[in-house]
């Protein structure tokens, strides 16, 4: 290829584009694979710490979570409003609960937040990739339409062809 590919993807995008170019561009689409496994590429370049979010994240948004900080609630309101109601380590109202609670949910939104958007670029990934396969099924339709002319304009000559030499006859 003469033109490198930053230099044909800035054309396409700023659409300054001559024959030749669109050329290029046609066979640098069809020739190359442009599909990338957004799933596969991404975990590859995850660190730990966007490996532990992402788990946090499933676990917290799961119902087996919610069950469970039910559970741990009622149990701690039971213990300190009922069973130990004169010896409480958090009496009513139970700051110290409170307190469990704003921290928990200080930590676990930004971490939410750190995954979905991991997610989000992995969705932009896809939609590229998406537009990119989109644009090359079209660049090998309007080939195969152009071809398809071709081979019907023939079939007419050749017909046409064939018609005059019965009519010769």
Avoid at 29 to 44: F, G, H, M, R, W
Avoid at 62 to 67: E, G, H, L, Q, R
Avoid at 113 to 126: C, G, L, V, W
Avoid at 128 to 140: A, F, G, P, R
């Amino acid at each position: 290829m003469e033109k490198k590919k930053k230099e044909i993807v800035r054309m396409l995008l700023n659409q300054n584009l001559d024959e030749k170019d669109e050329e290029e561009i046609i066979d640098l689409l069809l020739n190359n694979p442009i599909t990338v496994d957004v799933d596969k590429e991404n975990d590859s370049k995850m660190t730990f710490g966007d490996k532990v979010a992402d788990k946090l994240s499933a676990v917290a948004g799961s119902w087996t979570f919610i069950i469970c900080f039910t559970a741990f609630l009622l149990f701690w309101i039971i213990l300190n409003g009922v069973l130990l109601a004169n010896n409480a380590i958090d009496p009513y109202p139970f700051i110290l609960l409170n307190l469990l609670l704003s921290c928990l949910a200080a930590l676990q939104a930004p971490i939410i937040m750190m995954s979905q958007n991991r997610e989000a670029k992995k969705d932009t990934i896809r939609n590229k990739n998406d537009y990119h396969t989109d644009l090359k099924s079209e660049l090998i339709l309007e080939q195969l339409y152009d071809r398809l002319e071709k081979v019907i304009q023939n079939q007419n000559k050749i017909l046409n062809h064939l018609n005059k030499m019965d009519k010769d006859e």
